[in-house]
């Protein structure tokens, strides 16, 4: 016998259940990453969702008792003409996957067909749809939506297991005797204070001096920075606050003397730490790998503190490939629902393959070269 559905849909945050987590913690039961929680919608939507040129659906499964199995964020957003249907994201989201509650239901494909023609029946048309970064499992629980996936996400996941010993865990650092070599260098320059910012003056000042540190990094690979994506930057200088109010936020620094020479701006969901921007200082720093000394410390205070993984969230950067033993596969889907969603992902193919060419790779540099120099 199959399960009975129940499929509610808001369209504000304002209206969901009090079953959708809010906080790190916010639930014994629920199961989730931190980008689906309430708190983390709310800052994307005064950030990165402000613009208004989506529609949102906050979705709620439950079964035929009004037990929650499955809370989804998704939304529909116009590009070029066509309706896309996917989940609410941006780039802000290092894993795009609905919030889970224990269940007793035995996940198929068939079941889960069922439940994802019952959720888009209950939603606006569309024409193409884009599920990305579908993780298998959250917290251990299998992920029913991983089902839907058709192929591999381009980019993987990639964390550290710290249900390990510590010994363990520090014999996977990477290049570990020259690591303790410069932090003992460091030491001789001015006292070398890690720390985790607890009071807003503190994460005020980590908060600056991560924004400012990776604007100049942002600058070096000539990618668009915090100067060009205001939403970005103001996710972070904005939100840093709501996230700590709401004990989502783990901000550490690593100074020398009076100078924070790197960060790890990150949230955590129960015993889980996403360190999600880090930054370090450059110059004459970068021969003491500060970022590398900030990692190791920051690793050894989240084994301390009982956490059972340090996630790195996405990213097939070789430095991750690099730091990381455990790599968490995902997956997604690409399919056109309608003709304009057929035209809709020629297009993207064709974009896609331009973007490839030699002559695209060496040109696209130039223009955020040209965009700051105007500035």
Same mark, same amino acid.
């Given at each position: 016998?199959?399960?009975?559905?129940?499929?509610?849909?808001?369209?504000?945050?304002?209206?969901?259940?009090?079953?959708?987590?809010?906080?790190?913690?916010?639930?014994?039961?629920?199961?989730?990453?931190?980008?689906? !929680?309430?708190?983390?919608?709310?800052?994307?939507?005064?950030?990165?969702?402000?613009?208004?040129?989506?529609?949102?659906?906050?979705?709620?499964?439950?079964?035929?008792?009004?037990?929650?199995?499955?809370?989804?964020?998704?939304?529909?957003?116009?590009?070029?003409?066509?309706?896309?249907?996917?989940?609410?994201?941006?780039?802000?989201?290092?894993?795009?996957?609905?919030?889970?509650?224990?269940?007793?239901?035995?996940?198929?494909?068939?079941?889960?067909?069922?439940?994802?023609?019952?959720?888009?029946?209950?939603?606006?048309?569309?024409?193409?749809?884009?599920?990305?970064?579908?993780?298998?499992?959250?917290?251990?629980?299998?992920?029913?939506?991983?089902?839907?996936?058709?192929?591999?996400?381009?980019?993987?996941?990639?964390?550290?297991?710290?249900?390990?010993?510590?010994?363990?865990?520090?014999?996977?650092?990477?290049?570990?005797?020259?690591?303790?070599?410069?932090?003992?260098?460091?030491?001789?320059?001015?006292?070398?204070?890690?720390?985790?910012?607890?009071?807003?003056?503190?994460?005020?000042?980590?908060?600056?001096?991560?924004?400012?540190?990776?604007?100049?990094?942002?600058?070096?690979?000539?990618?668009?920075?915090?100067?060009?994506?205001?939403?970005?930057?103001?996710?972070?200088?904005?939100?840093?606050?709501?996230?700590?109010?709401?004990?989502?936020?783990?901000?550490?620094?690593?100074?020398?003397?009076?100078?924070?020479?790197?960060?790890?701006?990150?949230?955590?969901?129960?015993?889980?730490?996403?360190?999600?921007?880090?930054?370090?200082?450059?110059?004459?720093?970068?021969?003491?790998?500060?970022?590398?000394?900030?990692?190791?410390?920051?690793?050894?205070?989240?084994?301390?503190?009982?956490?059972?993984?340090?996630?790195?969230?996405?990213?097939?950067?070789?430095?991750?490939?690099?730091?990381?033993?455990? !790599?968490?596969?995902?997956?997604?889907?690409?399919?056109?629902?309608?003709?304009?969603?057929?035209?809709?992902?020629?297009?993207?193919?064709?974009?896609?393959?331009?973007?490839?060419?030699?002559?695209?790779?060496?040109?696209?540099?130039?223009?955020?070269?040209?965009?700051?120099?105007?500035?």
């Amino acid at each position: 016998m199959k399960p009975q559905f129940r499929i509610s849909v808001f369209h504000s945050l304002d209206e969901v259940s009090a079953d959708w987590p809010s906080g790190a913690t916010d639930s014994e039961s629920a199961r989730y990453h931190p980008f689906q !929680t309430v708190t983390f919608l709310r800052v994307w939507l005064e950030s990165f969702g402000r613009s208004g040129r989506r529609s949102l659906y906050f979705i709620e499964v439950r079964d035929d008792g009004g037990r929650p199995i499955l809370f989804l964020p998704l939304c529909i957003a116009r590009r070029k003409g066509a309706r896309i249907l996917e989940f609410i994201d941006d780039e802000a989201a290092d894993y795009n996957a609905p919030v889970l509650f224990p269940a007793e239901i035995a996940w198929d494909r068939e079941t889960v067909d069922l439940l994802w023609r019952q959720i888009t029946d209950a939603l606006p048309p569309f024409d193409f749809l884009s599920l990305s970064k579908m993780p298998r499992d959250i917290d251990g629980i299998p992920n029913p939506l991983s089902l839907l996936g058709d192929r591999p996400n381009e980019i993987s996941c990639h964390g550290n297991d710290l249900r390990r010993t510590w010994e363990e865990v520090e014999a996977g650092v990477p290049q570990r005797k020259t690591l303790m070599r410069k932090m003992r260098n460091l030491e001789k320059l001015a006292p070398l204070v890690f720390g985790l910012a607890e009071d807003e003056s503190e994460r005020r000042e980590a908060t600056a001096a991560f924004i400012r540190q990776k604007q100049w990094r942002f600058e070096q690979t000539l990618v668009p920075g915090f100067d060009v994506d205001l939403d970005k930057r103001d996710f972070f200088d904005k939100g840093t606050e709501v996230f700590a109010r709401e004990g989502m936020l783990k901000l550490f620094y690593l100074k020398s003397g009076e100078t924070i020479i790197a960060t790890i701006w990150g949230l955590t969901a129960g015993r889980r730490y996403y360190a999600i921007m880090l930054s370090f200082e450059a110059g004459d720093w970068a021969k003491f790998s500060p970022g590398s000394a900030l990692y190791y410390r920051t690793l050894q205070w989240l084994h301390e503190h009982g956490f059972e993984w340090l996630d790195l969230g996405i990213g097939d950067e070789p430095w991750k490939l690099e730091s990381c033993e455990t !790599t968490f596969p995902l997956t997604a889907r690409q399919s056109a629902v309608t003709l304009r969603g057929r035209l809709f992902a020629a297009r993207a193919r064709l974009i896609a393959a331009l973007r490839a060419t030699a002559l695209w790779q060496a040109l696209r540099p130039l223009k955020w070269k040209i965009l700051r120099g105007v500035r």
